[in-house]
């Protein structure tokens, strides 16, 4: 298997479940990302790691966790979310920090909070 | 105020009909412009970087130009297949060198 792969692709949850979002690379790349893609807006940003720092967009609310366990996994941590959290969320991997950061993207997991 | 723009936000052609989509940007530094198609459904796919003014990269039906404010994407005699949105983005200090996209333009190429 080549690329970025997301699970699940689809995911529909209630405001009180608990859920997690997984993303696998397998590019070698150094550095991984989450975006949040809503509809007629920018892809945003939400965490990065690189070489095991982390950067996160400060504007994202504590109901989203992520985890990376290496440089080839990781994983959005959902609890308590809101219906204005549905969205499509984006997985990216690059090379990683001084280099070109052309991003390479997973299918993305449809999140839809009822 | 966004710091990458893209317009127009929809453009409808006809096959054959040849046209551009355009990306400008505020921020100062620039190390990167990029450009991505997204297909319904999944994520974006990296098309070309643009590293400095004057820059041109080509790919099939798609030519992108870039200007010290701006870029292009140059769509010429479009099919059917290059329906799909068109995303821009920036790469600068100011962002930690963190791509920052734009909202993108959503070709429909009629047949």
């Known amino acids: 298997e080549t690329g970025v792969t997301q699970t699940p692709r689809h995911l529909v949850m209630g405001m009180t479940n608990k859920k997690s979002l997984k993303c696998e690379q397998h590019?070698?790349?150094?550095?991984m990302y989450w975006y949040k893609q809503s509809a007629k807006k920018p892809l945003e940003l939400m965490f990065v790691?690189?070489?095991?720092?982390?950067?996160e967009n400060n504007s994202v609310p504590s109901r989203f966790s992520p985890e990376c366990p290496n440089s080839s996994h990781l994983f959005l941590h959902l609890h308590t979310l809101q219906p204005e959290d549905s969205a499509l969320y984006l997985c990216?991997?690059?090379?990683?920090?001084?280099?070109?950061?052309?991003?390479?993207f997973g299918s993305g997991t449809q999140l839809s909070v009822l | 105020e966004d710091q990458v723009t893209q317009s127009p936000e929809a453009l409808r052609l006809q096959e054959g009909e040849s046209s551009s989509l355009n990306c400008s940007y505020t921020?100062?530094?620039?190390?990167?412009l990029f450009w991505y198609r997204q297909d319904p459904g999944k994520g974006p796919e990296f098309l070309f970087t643009?590293?400095?003014a004057g820059e041109e990269k080509e790919k099939e039906r798609l030519k992108a130009t870039l200007t010290k404010k701006e870029s292009f994407l140059h769509i010429t005699a479009p099919k059917p297949e290059d329906s799909a949105t068109y995303l821009c983005?920036?790469?600068?200090?100011?962002?930690?060198?963190?791509?920052?996209f734009g909202r993108g333009t959503s070709l429909i190429v009629h047949p």
């Open positions: 990216a991997s690059s090379q990683g920090p001084g280099t070109d950061e052309k991003l390479f």
């Open positions: 590019l070698g790349h150094n550095a």
């Open positions: 790691y690189s070489l095991e720092e982390r950067v």
């Open positions: 921020v100062s530094g620039l190390r990167g």
């Open positions: 643009l590293y400095s």
């Open positions: 983005a920036v790469q600068h200090p100011g962002g930690s060198y963190i791509p920052t």
